[in-house]
């Protein structure tokens, strides 16, 4: 692995207030590299991008390594048609820039779950830590056969709750007899079957599987109208926020708000959701964060 830390700097009118470092695979190719915040023309050394007078970007390193996932639609035609469908998300949609979600990497829908609910309710770098010793005890993920023979200790002594153990066993059994589906017949399934199928999991709702949904199978269908931020976009987006206050929780919008709304985004409702996201880490005046994937 290689280290990127693109270069600090100070230019006149200009604030730098976002940039990071990024670790790369060794051969990877830094295509591009953008900087936040500009209001006079600039290049930046090394990976090349010029930001212009006035434009708001991001920092991203876009790492091209033969390994990464295209998007199963067309980004370019999902805005077009949200720009004319909904010009107040047009509005948006100007000021956040262009659509730069990354799938996440697809294994198994097991594994994706099995992660799912070992990181519900921890913050990151706890989940991160027991996930690892998860797979430090197992040698990897498990199979679904070697989690149900193995006893309660050493996961608990990996630091998972004896209600996560319950779902890890649930996860594995229907897994098994085929209710959760294996990597290649879940790209057969509608979004409608894949939610009836593995909410029947214990411990796995309906926002984690669209989440799965959107980042790690693309599809651009998807509208998770119970997400704290896909709301709170749409609240800073569409409704009228007074100046003289912050946002309440009175003003998120109520689920058929957001379905009904959504009507007009169909079939690109997954596009949707990631500019509410930006919308947020625009008015926190950051880069992109969380579900935004790099």
């Known amino acids: 692995m290689m280290l990127f830390r693109p270069m600090a700097f100070s230019v006149t009118g200009f604030k730098c207030i976002d940039w990071r470092d990024k670790t790369v695979p060794s051969g990877s190719k830094l295509t591009h590299c953008r900087v936040v915040y500009a209001k006079v023309g600039y290049?930046?050394?090394?990976?090349r991008a010029m930001?212009?007078?006035?434009?708001?970007?991001?920092?991203l390193a876009m790492i091209?390594?033969?390994?990464s996932r295209k998007l199963p639609f067309d980004a370019d035609e999902a805005v077009a048609h949200l720009t004319a469908k909904d010009p107040k998300l047009g509005a948006l949609i100007e000021r956040a820039g262009p659509f730069a979600m990354r799938l996440a990497p697809a294994p198994s829908p097991f594994e994706s779950l099995l992660e799912s609910i070992l990181y519900q309710q921890l913050h990151g770098k706890a989940a991160a830590a027991i996930h690892s010793r998860v797979r430090a005890y197992f040698g990897g993920d498990p199979t679904p056969e070697l989690l149900l023979a193995t006893p309660d200790e050493p996961l608990r002594a990996a630091g998972v709750s004896g209600n996560k153990i319950k779902a890890f066993r649930d996860l594995a059994a229907k897994t098994l007899d085929g209710t959760v589906p294996s990597h290649a017949a879940i790209k057969k399934l509608s979004d409608a079957e894949i939610i009836e199928r593995l909410t029947a999991v214990r411990g796995i709702g309906a926002w984690?599987?669209?989440?799965?949904l959107i980042f790690r199978l693309g599809r651009p269908d998807v509208l998770p109208v119970t997400d704290y931020g896909?709301?709170?976009g749409f609240a800073l987006t569409?409704?009228?926020i007074?100046?003289?206050?912050?946002?309440a929780a009175a003003d998120l919008p109520k689920a058929d708000v957001l379905l009904r709304?959504?009507?007009k985004w169909a079939p690109f409702r997954s596009v949707a959701s990631w500019y509410m996201w930006r919308a947020c880490d625009l008015a926190k005046g950051t880069a992109p964060t969380g579900r935004s994937v790099e």
């Open 208 to 212: 984690t599987v669209e989440m799965l």
């Open 230 to 232: 896909v709301r709170k």
């Open 43 to 47: 290049v930046e050394p090394g990976p």
């Open 64 to 67: 091209h390594d033969g390994r």
């Open 242 to 247: 007074p100046k003289t206050r912050g946002l």
């Open 238 to 240: 569409f409704q009228k």
């Open 261 to 263: 709304r959504g009507k």
């Open 51 to 59: 930001v212009g007078d006035g434009q708001c970007v991001r920092l």
